[in-house]
């Protein structure tokens, strides 16, 4: 009946638990999808950290003579607001951010400015 402690006619323990193809193959795919997740956050991570603008100052106060107000930019340095009619917008607002009462549109100032009361047209479409 036994053998050395081992029934006969019974499979090893290490046969007995063995998955099957398609697990296995299961197991792999899953593997590689996750590999090939972690590799595609890094990837993100590493270009967006590069693609983030370096920035000589921050939280500078903004200039006084500003006349259609302040705002800030990227790095968070007080800088002039655009007024009606003046270019904005661009990568990370390189261009500039419009004032009070006005907003940017195909890269123009469009609105009223309460500070002088200038309006500018509204471009549509871009």
Known sequence: MTKAGVL?????????????QETLKMTSCFRAAALVLVFSCLLLLLQEGSAAPRCQDYDQPAPK??????????????VCAKGPGETCGGYRWSAGKCG???FCSCGICGGCSPYDGRCGDVVSPC
């Not at 006969?8 to 099957?20: K, S, T």
């Not at 003579?65 to 007080?78: A, L, S």
């Open 65 to 78: 003579n500003c006349k259609y107000g302040t705002t800030v930019d990227w790095c968070n340095n007080g």
């Open 8 to 20: 006969l006619g019974a499979e090893p323990p290490e046969v007995a638990h063995r998955p099957d």
């Open 100 to 102: 009070e009462g006005t």
